[in-house]
Structures are given as C-alpha cells and as structure tokens.
C-alpha cells in the first residue's frame, strides 16, 4: 500500500482487463545530487510493489503471458559528483525482465569492476527491442510505411536475445 504498488496494481488490472501495452512510471530517478536520499526514499516502496506485481501476476496465471520490463532511459557514472549524485552514463545500465517468455532468475550480461563499460555479452538498446518484441508477438523485421511512402525499419539491426528467452 504505497504509491508504487497502487500503479502497479493498476496496470495488473489494465492488463486483465485486456490492455496489451502499460506504462508505468513511478517517481524521477534522475539523482544529479544526494542520491542517498532520494533513492532510499524511492527504492524501497518500488522494490515491494515490483516483487508483489510479479507474484500477483503468478498467482493469477498471468505472468507467462505478461512481459514486465523495468528499465530507464540511460544508465548512471560509476563515480558519485561533487553534489553527492550520479550523471547521465549510455554505456551501462541494467533492465530487468520478467514473464511474457523470459527465462526465471536469469542473469544475463555485465559490466567491468566499476560498472563503467560493459564486459560480457554487451547488450545495445536494438537487441532489447528486438527481443522485446519477438515476446509481444510483433515482428521486428518488418518495415512501416510512413507518410510519403517511406519505409521505416520497427528496428535497426540488432540480434534477438535467445539466451534470454525460455
């Protein structure tokens, strides 16, 4: 029973009712100072209503069918500022993913020691997208027809994660 939980419990009800596509935002994430904070004021909220969607989406039989993807729209430096925050870094970040066809307690990929660049199975933001989609059902190397008759890749490039995928 917080903020969190009630979005995501929201979405859950979006989704049975037969809405395919939920977003959810949840706070500002974007700590350029005193991230200690901000993020203990955040964090521990998200971490129960995310645990709990994922439980609740199990418990109803949901979960296998619903892809649930938590990401942000860049990763973070490795070194805290000069105003005790973290800037804007492309180079890493994390996404999780869960039901929808993912495989259960799979960790795939990592960074360097300082989570700095990425060290094993880099993943760029085509593959996510393209694998992403394969589980939606949508295929990714088709091409849309914008006004004026221009093609337009869904994705440019990338790979479809299957190590991922069950």
């Known amino acids: 029973r917080n903020t969190a939980g009630q ?3 929201l979405a859950r009800r979006v989704v049975e009712a037969g809405v395919r596509m939920v977003s959810v935002t949840y706070g500002g994430w974007d700590h350029h100072s ?3 904070s901000a993020f203990d004021g955040q964090a521990p909220n998200f971490d129960v209503a995310f645990s709990r969607l994922i ?3 199990e418990d109803r039989g949901m979960l296998d069918r619903t892809l649930v993807m938590v990401s942000s729209e860049s990763g973070r430096t490795p070194k805290i500022n000069g105003t005790n925050g973290r800037d804007h870094w492309p180079r890493v970040f994390s996404v999780a993913l869960a039901g929808g066809g993912i495989k259960r307690g799979h960790v795939y990929g990592s960074s360097d020691a300082l989570g700095g660049e990425p060290d094993t199975n880099p993943v760029g933001p085509e593959d996510l997208a393209k694998t992403m989609y394969r589980l939606i059902g949508i295929n990714a190397e088709k091409r849309i027809v914008a006004d ?3 093609p337009i890749d869904i994705v440019n490039g990338g790979r ?5 995928i069950a």
């Open 55 to 57: 439980k609740d989406l």
């Open 7 to 9: 979005r995501f419990l």
């Open 34 to 36: 005193n991230i200690k």
């Open 148 to 150: 004026g008759v221009r």
């Open 160 to 164: 479809i994660l299957n190590e991922v």
